[in-house]
């Protein structure tokens, strides 16, 4: 059977989500801003406040394809060595640039990149491959029972997350909401929602939910009476932009998503070449040993923040994402072929799946 070309405005969705990581990482990652009330200032704040959207953004547009295909171990197995290729090697680069001089800590995390919060959304997706077929038997309840669960399950993640004042993070809440977003995808494709209204509304929905949040935004960074509504703006606002799990967060991500997958489809051979490397853009940009050097040593943040003119930050967005995937090209074509046609990974693929197997799944 010929391979499907995949819907090129997924793809771009894909692409756009990783360029709003990319710039967010570099103005959060770069040090403390100090806002000057600049036209600047509220442009930059703009385009890098909606990363933590874009893992949103992100994960539905991986689950999408995820939910159409069988659990294979070769498939999870790609995937944590992908991760572990870039970290270890970046990792070792690191030390021989620094001359040993890193975190112990980072340092670690490079070589065991499941440990911590390093490249935490690779860990949480891994795991979610691993509990894939799980997930599938759910899917596999009656209607009615499966639409009850998913809808308690979204609730008690995101508005319980909405309502809390603490932002609960880490592993296990990563790898529960990746799961809940799997059975919701994976409803809307056994049962595709029948929405008569015109689906453009889902485009102005995102768009006006992100510029309010936004808009709010730019009011804490100007502002200087620090009254009781500052407050709980300044609070509630970094709250829904910083967790991916509260309402306002999800909903903007899901409106953006549904409204693209229900465009007219289109194929562009340098778009999905492009989205290929996705992936390991985000990998390669988050090794934590790495992207201090990145944001500090390459890119001259020091400069940078004094000015932080948001068309360096678009520049930079690009740049990291263009080299990054051209990084990626010689690992896709030649090194993890060799590495997955391997007798080690082959043996280890084997009692992979005699384990899935043996329990029956």
């Known amino acids: 059977m010929a391979k499907t070309e995949r819907n090129s405005n997924i793809e771009l969705l894909r692409i756009f989500s990783m ?32 990363s933590r959207i874009a893992v949103n953004v992100f994960l539905l547009v991986g689950v999408w394809f995820m939910v159409d295909t069988k659990f294979s171990s070769k498939r999870v197995l790609k995937l944590y060595l992908q991760v572990y290729f870039y970290t270890s090697i970046i990792t070792i680069v690191m030390l021989v640039v620094t001359k040993a001089d890193l975190p112990i800590k980072e340092t670690i995390y490079g070589f065991v990149p499941l440990l911590g919060r390093c490249v935490w959304f690779a860990s949480a997706y891994i795991f979610l491959l691993l ?18 669960f998913i809808t308690m ?11 809390l004042s603490d932002n609960a993070t880490g592993f296990l809440c990563d790898t529960i909401w990746f799961g809940a977003i799997y059975l919701l995808i994976g409803f ?6 029948n929405i008569k209204i015109n689906k453009n509304i889902f485009q102005i929905l995102a768009a006006g939910g992100y510029s309010v949040l936004e808009i709010i ?3 804490i960074a100007v ?11 300044d609070r509630a606002v970094g709250f829904y932009q910083g967790d991916i799990k509260t309402v306002p967060n999800f909903i903007i991500a899901f409106c953006l998503f549904y409204w693209v997958i229900n465009l007219p489809e289109k194929h562009n051979k340098v778009i999905n070449a492009l989205s290929m490397s996705t992936f390991s853009v985000y990998i390669i940009h988050q090794v934590p040993v790495f992207y201090p050097f990145l944001w500090t040593n390459i890119f001259m ?38 590495v997955m046609n391997s007798k080690a990974v082959k043996w280890v693929e084997s009692k992979m799946d005699n384990v899935f197997e043996n329990i029956n799944i």
């Open 301 to 338: 943040a020091e400069k940078w923040l004094p000015q932080h003119n948001f068309l360096y930050a678009i520049f930079v967005t690009i740049t990291v994402f263009l080299a990054c995937s051209v990084i990626d090209i010689p690992r896709r074509k030649w090194i993890e072929p060799a």
């Open 188 to 193: 809307i494709k056994k049962y595709p929602p």
């Open 223 to 233: 502002t200087d009476d620090k009254n009781v509504i500052y407050k709980i703006l």
């Open 217 to 219: 935004h730019c009011y």
């Open 131 to 148: 509990f894939k077929p799980f997930l599938d038997k759910i899917l596999n309840w009656e209607k009615k029972e499966l639409f009850i």
């Open 19 to 50: 360029f709003a990581i990319i710039c967010g990482h570099f103005v959060g990652q770069s040090g403390d801003l100090t806002f000057n009330n600049s036209v600047n200032d509220f442009f930059l704040i703009f385009i890098s406040s909606g």
């Open 153 to 163: 399950f979204l609730f008690l993640m995101s508005f319980v997350s909405t309502i």
